[in-house]
């Protein structure tokens, strides 16, 4: 089982950055995706998911309106566009899977997200 977040960086507030996760290893459209992030000195925090046909998402409260997941279950990716970045968005960024009806998870190795002028 892998899954590769990219897309991290520096980014100046107010910026966009676009996070992807490549996964192999586990039937994808069978697991729900989603989002965490963990900032230097804090717990890792849920961000975003979305079920496994796409059809709702969710996020925290402290990125709805700029925070965008999606998935793709043939290209077995999913995604996060992040608008509008604070500050506060610096973490490091995880993707996580979700066994449908089972309690298998996997977790990716991260990516840094450094929002910063």
């Known amino acids: 089982v892998q899954l590769v977040e990219s897309g991290g960086g520096l980014v100046e507030p107010g910026g966009s950055l676009r996070l992807s996760c490549a996964t192999s290893g586990f039937t994808f459209r069978y697991y729900v995706m989603k989002w965490y992030r963990q900032a230097p000195g804090k717990e890792r925090e849920y961000v975003a998911g979305v079920t496994i046909d796409g059809g709702r998402k969710s996020y925290a409260d402290s990125v709805k309106g700029r925070f965008t997941i999606s998935r793709d279950n043939r290209r077995q990716t999913v995604s996060l566009q992040m608008n509008s970045l604070k500050l506060e968005d610096t973490a490091v960024y995880y993707c996580?899977?979700?066994?449908?009806?089972?309690?298998?998870?996997?977790w990716g190795q991260g990516t840094q997200v450094t929002v910063s002028s």
């Open positions: 996580k899977a979700e066994g449908h009806g089972n309690n298998d998870e996997y």
